[in-house]
């Protein structure tokens, strides 16, 4: 290996090493302010950051693209392998989620809605399916693959393929950190700017035929088509304040504040704060120790070493 090259490598892995010991920092820090954050519940809350655990509640129906299932919450991705020369890397094609429409917590002494626009979620794939040589796609796939117009088929078969869904099932157990705030001022945000995004879908749907529809600012076409749906019942606050559940909070809903933390997860809080130790863990002394490393052979190989 010439001088250059491995040079190169070891400068590429020390700014690696520097920064995953930044992120393990930044991780330690959310998981003690989210600590510091006592448990509340839906009846005693307040306005500002809370920490809430509850079951899911559907505020409208939703189904998983994927798998068909009935859920609260959903989100996609759908990726394929290109090959380059040697190399194989996996190329984002369509991805999809329900960020801009609500679920409820139910803690037993009441409900909230979250709207989880903007949320860092913390779940692990409820479903995952790669294609094979030779292996055709199921028929769940085959039919999500079709109404979204995107292509599975190549002249020397199916492409390789991998997709991956989360959803949140109703009344399956959720752990969110988010901001509680008053749902008025958020709620017209909220029609404003979906309205905004389905003036683009007029405008993208009547591009001139063969414009690849994969995809519109990273919304997918899945995404598009529920936004619509739910913009037709004139988003969420003449619904709500119209029915409310029992015990509903409708004053007040928990989403993204400005520059707060917004979590949202369907493992529980002992699991959140298990993968967090780990990552800070990993983070700080695996990435402190990588740095050092290659900061040595970086200076033994420029020759700095053999001047102390």
């Known amino acids: 290996m010439s001088d250059s090259r ?17 992120h ?26 809370v920490e809430l655990n509850g079951k899911a509640k559907k505020v409208k129906t939703l189904q998983a693209p994927l798998t068909g299932v009935d859920c609260t919450f959903y989100r996609y991705t759908v990726e394929r392998l290109e090959s380059s020369g040697r190399s194989s890397r996996w190329v984002l094609i369509a ?12 803690d037993s002494t009441g409900q909230i809605l979250v709207l989880p626009k903007g949320a860092e979620f913390l779940m692990p794939p409820d479903f995952s399916f790669t294609t094979s040589f030779g292996s055709g796609l199921p028929d769940n796939l085959v039919s999500f693959m079709d109404r979204s117009g995107i292509a599975y088929k190549g002249l020397f078969g ?9 959803h949140i099932l109703p009344d399956e157990p ?7 705030q008053k749902n008025n001022t958020l709620l017209d945000d909220h029609r404003e700017e979906l309205n905004k995004r389905l ?4 405008q993208f749907v009547q591009q001139p035929a ?13 995404g598009w088509k529920r936004a619509e749906a739910n913009a037709e019942h ?33 493992e529980s809080q002992t699991e959140v704060f298990k993968s967090f130790s780990w990552q800070a863990v990993c983070g700080i002394w695996g990435g402190s120790a990588l740095s050092l490393a290659l900061l040595a052979y970086l200076l033994f190989r420029l020759g700095v070493w053999a001047k102390f």
């Open 6 to 22: 491995d040079i190169g490598y070891a400068i590429f892995g020390l700014g690696f090493g520097v920064w995953y010991f930044f």
């Open 24 to 49: 393990g920092l930044g991780v330690l820090r959310k998981k003690r302010l989210i600590e510091s954050i006592p448990t509340s519940t839906v009846r005693g809350l307040a306005i500002g950051l």
């Open 95 to 106: 991805q999809g989620d329900s960020v801009f429409s609500p679920f409820c917590l139910d």
């Open 158 to 166: 199916n492409f390789t393929l991998r997709f991956h869904e989360w």
């Open 174 to 180: 959720v752990f969110v950190v988010g901001t509680a």
């Open 199 to 202: 003036q683009d879908v007029k």
């Open 210 to 222: 063969g414009t690849n529809l994969l995809d519109a600012g990273g919304f997918g076409i899945e």
């Open 234 to 266: 004139d988003l969420l606050q003449q619904e709500v304040q119209s029915s409310p559940e029992q015990g509903m909070e409708i004053d007040v809903i928990i989403a993204k504040g400005d520059g707060d933390i917004f979590i949202v997860s369907d």
